[in-house]
């Protein structure tokens, strides 16, 4: 059973930074993507930022310049390094892996971690 844990939210000050992880677990086939989305209540899940495994990545305009995603394949675990922070940042931030299984691919979720940016 593929497991995933976040850490690294938090309490900040607008313009300070944070950085989250997302550690993988449980899979035997690889993880070909790793995405980090956020939501706040009331409205959708937004993707936010994107990396393949080859490095390959892509961000939402509104995290562009601020937002940076990498990941450590031979860990299983992606990061989202946050600078800039503005209280429109406020959210749950979720994990996501894509693994590329025999029969099919599957998406998995972690459970949120949440990042506060204060005014």
């Known amino acids: 059973q593929v497991q995933l844990v976040e850490s690294g939210g938090g309490l900040v000050e607008a313009g300070g930074s944070l950085g989250l992880s997302c550690a993988a677990s449980g899979s035997t086939f690889p993880i070909v993507r790793m995405d980090w989305y956020r939501q706040v209540p009331g409205k959708q899940r937004e993707l936010v930022a994107t990396i393949t495994s080859g490095g390959a990545t892509n961000y939402a305009d509104s995290v562009k310049g601020r937002f940076t995603i990498s990941r450590d394949n031979a860990k299983n675990t992606v990061f989202l390094q946050m600078n800039s922070l503005k209280p429109e940042d406020t959210a749950v931030y979720y994990c996501?892996?894509?693994?590329?299984?025999?029969?099919?691919?599957?998406?998995?979720w972690g459970r949120g971690t949440q990042v506060t940016v204060s005014s």
């Open positions: 996501c892996v894509g693994i590329q299984k025999l029969l099919g691919y599957g998406t998995y």
